[in-house]
């Protein structure tokens, strides 16, 4: 019984893994400032469901992703970049989330921007 249902648990990973392509995003993200936002970066995204791999690069300020086609898509990546403080895609940084950031991970001109 433990070998029919182990040989049934092996085949359906299997057939999980020819289903599903791997697909490509970068994401642009202008407002990275260092190596602690490439981190937090690197973090939120990689632990996203559908997330194969993830290169932040600095300093070219993109985000590229390897992802399962049909679990994720370059909007929620986007959202979830977004969401930790940072511009992603022409979104503009969730702003609790980029006050909360450390003054180094944040865009210069603002410590002495008037808003
Ligand atoms: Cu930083």
Redesign the pocket.
Do not use: F, N, R
């Given at each position: 019984m433990r070998r029919i249902l182990w040989g049934f648990l092996v085949a359906t990973t299997a057939w999980a893994c020819e289903a599903t392509e791997a697909k490509q995003a970068t994401i642009d993200t202008p407002t990275l400032?260092?190596a602690?936002?490439q981190t937090t970066v690197q973090r939120v995204v990689e632990n996203l469901d559908g997330v194969r791999a993830v290169s932040v690069d600095l300093k070219a300020k993109q985000v590229r992703v390897s992802y399962n086609d049909g679990a994720t898509g370059p909007e929620a990546l986007a959202a979830a970049i977004v969401a930790a403080g940072y511009d992603a895609n022409g979104v503009a940084a969730d702003s609790t989330a980029y006050a909360a950031l450390?003054e180094?991970?944040r865009v210069p001109t603002d410590a002495h921007a008037h808003h």
């Open positions: 400032q260092c602690h936002c450390p180094c991970c």
